[in-house]
């Protein structure tokens, strides 16, 4: 009778619900070379709801999670609702030195492509293209658009994850993960925006905290990331209609980031370090190789009482594949953030982020 109250006893679970609502500005300026600048913007009100469950014991530990996003875009023009899921399961073991987990999360629904892209004019011309791309040498080139107008974007992804953390002593850690993710549009329309995409990611960690106040973090990073059926452009950035490439990026990193805690209530990080990329515009073409520089700035502070509001300021410059085109590009990008804690079930949230490319 007493068997299974023992064998319950040996589990603990967590099971949290909770919604977040945010109404979202959004205003940006584009601008390409021999076009007219552009101006968009919209206001969007958006809820998040979420389920979340934990069980474990001593050794092992399960996690379910279930987010649906509810979004109204342009609210000052309409009623346009789009719907996105995000559901994930984990399973973890640990003893005092070491932790496994094993992950994996799917997600599908709409989303408005003006999350990812604003609308840029493409300039129209004619000319014949080098072989740039396999298959587009010959073609006319074309004056479309090289970003569209915004639209929803039906889209889906699976990501498995895999991960190895280890206590080496008081002060040092280091960790090995990995994971490998499929994703892209659900419909033809879609994957013109969002083409089809893998992507193998596999990563190396190593943190030492060297003084009470000072602590370091050393990273390395591997992504090879396959599109099928992305839009092919020329060398001097015109599509070449009518045909589909299939670029491949190779991106190797490593950072060496340095923390600093001023006081209890803010702190400052600081990386940098080299970015080497081998990428191709279609499998016909050869890899190319380059360097880019890499680096991160974030200052954190806890400006009330126990810690009840917060303020972030992140900056980073990275080169990184354009998701819609797998062509890489250096990108600066700012981002702010302030919390407020209003009682323990409400706290009010204001972002701000500002982006930049470069050629």
């Not at 619900?17 to 109404?23: E, F, G, S």
């Not at 990611?201 to 190593?206: L, P, R, V, Y």
């Not at 370091?216 to 209609?241: E, M, R």
Request: charged residues 15%; glycine residues 10%.
């Amino acid at each position: 009778m007493l068997t299974p109250l023992v064998l319950a006893a040996d589990y603990a679970g967590t099971a949290v619900l909770n919604d977040r609502t945010d109404v979202r500005g959004r205003f940006t300026m584009a601008h390409t070379p021999g076009a007219p600048t552009s101006y968009t913007g919209g206001l969007d009100l958006v809820t998040t709801p979420s389920a979340y469950m934990l069980v474990n014991d001593r050794r092992w530990s399960l996690s379910l999670g279930y987010t649906p996003s509810f979004t109204a875009t342009e609210i000052e023009t309409g009623w346009n609702p789009e719907v996105f899921q995000l559901a994930g399961v984990g399973i973890g073991w640990h003893n005092r030195f070491v932790t496994v987990s094993l992950g994996d999360a799917v997600s599908f629904g709409t989303f408005n492509s003006a999350y990812l892209f604003q609308p840029g004019a493409q300039p129209s011309g004619s000319a014949t293209p080098p072989a740039a791309a396999g298959g587009t040498q010959g073609l006319p080139t074309t004056g479309l658009q090289l970003v569209p107008q915004p639209q929803a974007i039906y889209f889906g992804s699976n990501r498995t994850t895999a991960s190895v953390a280890a206590v080496t002593d008081r002060r040092s850690s280091f960790s090995l993960g990995g994971s490998f993710g499929l994703s892209g549009g659900l419909d033809d329309n879609s994957r013109l925006v969002e083409p089809d995409q893998r992507a193998i990611e596999g990563d190396a960690s190593f943190s030492h905290q060297v003084t009470r106040t000072d602590g370091s973090l050393t990273v390395a990073s591997v992504t090879d990331l396959n599109f099928k059926g992305a839009l092919c452009f020329t060398p001097d950035g015109k599509i070449v209609p009518g045909v589909t490439c299939r670029p491949d990026d190779q991106i190797f990193l490593l950072t060496e980031n340095f923390i600093h805690a001023f006081d209890k209530t803010t702190s400052l990080s600081v990386g940098a370090g080299p970015q080497f990329i081998r990428a191709r515009p279609d499998v016909a073409v050869p890899y190319t190789s380059s360097w880019y520089p890499g680096g991160q700035l974030s200052v954190s502070h806890q400006y009330a009482k126990q810690g009840l509001a917060s303020l972030l300021v992140t900056a980073e410059f990275f080169a990184l594949p354009d998701f819609r085109t797998g062509l890489v590009t250096e990108r600066a990008h700012l981002d702010a953030t302030v919390v407020d804690i209003i009682d323990p079930r409400l706290s009010l949230s204001i972002a701000a982020g500002a982006g930049q490319t470069f050629p």
